[in-house]
């Protein structure tokens, strides 16, 4: 029997919230069931809603109203700044007048989202994390995002297990098999990015098991509840405007994209190429895929330094752009005289850059995306609703004295890098101020001796 002393307002909190449990729409004859209210209240009740746009009402239907969407777009605001303050640098280390053309990181519409994914049984989570490789920095530091992620639950989590496939497809597909064998309630997967991992995973959704991706996600839809990334629309589109107007609109180009076969490399240099094609007297001397490796872009510019004039090198990633400064250091340029670079991430690089007078312009890719993915996936599974995608936030970073008409910084690469630290550090890892790759400790359900997966996974290939 309904209750007397309800009013029309907790009334109308229960309906929004039973929308909620039932994916944002359901039957007017199944809510007045479940919520015990007289179907006069509730029809007085949803059309008041509907009138502020609440709710929308269709023959024996109520679903949720665009004014709503609104407060999720909000909240989504709320959370970008959020991770902002936590992950970029803080206080006096901003440009008093920053800036940042976003391109498609707009939301005009409101945000997708999935439905929770509740636990059964309110237990410690079982959380597994399949990991395309472990093949550079970057990928260690988002392993360690994760792994700190998952400590930061703490008795929330009874077990992390991690695997590393070697950008095999067929590999990741083992692993995700056994993770699911293990008896994970969610997975994190970093994919490699072929209709066979999809497969595995649309497998995992159909089990009951709770999806979320991280910085790869799938070829199509799999029904995974989140894709956390950043945006690579982003880093190629700023990188490239920024080397276009810093060179006036003119000059020769060596592009150094990272991994052929990594989705996010291949959207980078299509955002960058699409800015060089404005720029008609920029002449594109090779594109040189580098695998984001340093020695192979050494390399590449080794050989071209020889064969042409260079006025400036794009690079999706300081992993591999420090290859190319150390070329033209090695070749006898004086600083000051090394053309500019493009490139974040590797605070080698960045430290290269300001210690021999390189303009730089980058846009890092934040590992942090990973505690993030840890606890988008712990929100799903806390009958929480998730963002079907979250682009963590980055920032502009540009050496002092070269911001150009279109690109200003968010951050100077001097107060960005960290001369205390080592130059393998991936920054925007989100782990703290004090955190280095080599001396990383952490203590998590399911690992030995307070070590990573990444060092367990160096001790099983020796």
Same mark, same amino acid.
């Given at each position: 029997?309904?209750?007397?002393?309800?009013?029309?307002?907790?009334?109308?909190?229960?309906?929004?919230?039973?929308?909620?449990?039932?994916?944002?729409?359901?039957?007017?004859?199944?809510?007045?069931?479940?919520?015990?209210?007289?179907?006069?209240?509730?029809?007085?009740?949803?059309?008041?809603?509907?009138?502020?746009?609440?709710?929308?009402?269709?023959?024996?239907?109520?679903?949720?109203?665009?004014?709503?969407?609104?407060?999720?777009?909000?909240?989504?605001?709320?959370?970008?700044?959020?991770?902002?303050?936590?992950?970029?640098?803080?206080?006096?280390?901003?440009?008093?007048?920053?800036?940042?053309?976003?391109?498609?990181?707009?939301?005009?519409?409101?945000?997708?989202?999935?439905?929770?994914?509740?636990?059964?049984?309110?237990?410690?989570?079982?959380?597994?994390?399949?990991?395309?490789?472990?093949?550079?920095?970057?990928?260690?530091?988002?392993?360690?995002?994760?792994?700190?992620?998952?400590?930061?639950?703490?008795?929330?989590?009874?077990?992390?297990?991690?695997?590393?496939?070697?950008?095999?497809?067929?590999?990741?597909?083992?692993?995700?098999?056994?993770?699911?064998?293990?008896?994970?309630?969610?997975?994190?997967?970093?994919?490699?990015?072929?209709?066979?991992?999809?497969?595995?995973?649309?497998? @995992? +959704?159909?089990?009951? $098991?709770?999806?979320?991706? =991280? &910085?790869?996600? !799938?070829?199509?839809?799999?029904? #995974?509840?989140?894709?956390?990334?950043?945006?690579?629309?982003?880093?190629?589109?700023?990188?490239?405007?920024?080397?276009?107007?810093?060179?006036?609109?003119?000059?020769?180009?060596?592009?150094?994209?990272?991994?052929?076969?990594?989705?996010?490399?291949?959207?980078?240099?299509?955002?960058?190429?699409?800015?060089?094609?404005?720029?008609?007297?920029?002449?594109?001397?090779?594109?040189?895929?580098?695998?984001?490796?340093?020695?192979?872009?050494?390399?590449?510019?080794?050989?071209?330094?020889?064969?042409?004039?260079?006025?400036?090198?794009?690079?999706?990633?300081?992993?591999?752009?420090?290859?190319?400064?150390?070329?033209?250091?090695?070749?006898?340029?004086?600083?000051?005289?090394?053309?500019?670079?493009?490139?974040?991430?590797?605070?080698?690089?960045?430290?290269? @850059? +300001?210690?021999?007078? $390189?303009?730089?312009?980058? =846009? &890092?890719?934040? !590992?942090?995306?990973?505690?993030? #993915?840890?606890?988008?996936?712990?929100?799903?599974?806390?009958?929480?609703?998730?963002?079907?995608?979250?682009?963590?936030?980055?920032?502009?970073?540009?050496?002092?004295?070269?911001?150009?008409?279109?690109?200003?910084?968010?951050?100077?690469?001097?107060?960005?890098?960290?001369?205390?630290?080592?130059?393998?550090?991936?920054?925007?890892?989100?782990?703290?101020?004090?955190?280095?790759?080599?001396?990383?400790?952490?203590?998590?359900?399911?690992?030995?001796?307070?070590?990573?997966?990444?060092?367990?996974?160096?001790?099983?290939?020796?």
């Amino acid at each position: 029997m309904a209750d007397k002393n309800r009013t029309g307002v907790d009334m109308a909190i229960e309906l929004l919230k039973a929308l909620t449990n039932a994916g944002g729409q359901s039957r007017t004859s199944e809510l007045t069931t479940a919520l015990d209210i007289p179907r006069p209240s509730l029809h007085r009740i949803s059309k008041t809603l509907a009138g502020e746009g609440f709710l929308d009402l269709s023959r024996g239907e109520i679903s949720v109203g665009p004014t709503a969407g609104r407060f999720v777009d909000r909240r989504r605001q709320q959370f970008d700044k959020e991770y902002q303050r936590r992950i970029s640098a803080r206080g006096n280390k901003r440009p008093s007048r920053a800036s940042i053309q976003t391109g498609d990181w707009q939301f005009s519409e409101p945000v997708k989202l999935s439905a929770p994914h509740v636990n059964s049984g309110n237990r410690p989570l079982r959380i597994g994390f399949s990991n395309a490789s472990l093949s550079n920095p970057w990928r260690i530091a988002l392993v360690h995002s994760i792994e700190y992620g998952a400590a930061r639950l703490g008795k929330a989590v009874e077990r992390l297990s991690v695997r590393h496939a070697d950008d095999n497809s067929a590999q990741q597909c083992q692993h995700i098999e056994e993770l699911l064998s293990e008896g994970v309630d969610g997975l994190i997967v970093s994919g490699a990015g072929t209709l066979q991992v999809d497969d595995c995973i649309r497998s @995992a +959704v159909e089990q009951g $098991v709770t999806v979320v991706f =991280v &910085d790869r996600g !799938p070829v199509a839809d799999v029904g #995974a509840s989140s894709f956390v990334t950043s945006s690579d629309a982003i880093i190629g589109q700023m990188t490239a405007l920024w080397l276009a107007e810093t060179l006036k609109g003119q000059g020769k180009l060596l592009l150094l994209p990272g991994e052929r076969s990594a989705k996010p490399a291949k959207l980078r240099l299509a955002e960058a190429m699409n800015v060089f094609s404005r720029f008609p007297n920029l002449e594109i001397l090779d594109i040189a895929w580098t695998k984001w490796s340093a020695a192979k872009a050494r390399e590449i510019s080794t050989d071209w330094i020889g064969k042409s004039r260079i006025d400036g090198v794009w690079c999706d990633s300081g992993q591999h752009g420090i290859g190319s400064l150390m070329a033209f250091h090695d070749a006898g340029f004086a600083d000051g005289t090394i053309p500019p670079h493009t490139g974040g991430d590797l605070n080698g690089a960045y430290k290269m @850059a +300001v210690r021999h007078k $390189v303009p730089l312009g980058a =846009v &890092d890719y934040p !590992p942090a995306m990973g505690l993030v #993915a840890v606890e988008t996936l712990h929100a799903a599974m806390s009958g929480q609703w998730v963002q079907k995608r979250i682009d963590v936030p980055s920032d502009v970073i540009l050496t002092k004295g070269h911001a150009t008409a279109s690109v200003k910084p968010t951050l100077w690469a001097e107060d960005h890098l960290r001369w205390d630290l080592p130059d393998d550090l991936i920054l925007h890892a989100g782990i703290g101020e004090s955190y280095s790759p080599g001396s990383f400790r952490i203590n998590y359900p399911g690992n030995s001796y307070n070590r990573s997966a990444t060092q367990l996974a160096k001790v099983v290939q020796s």
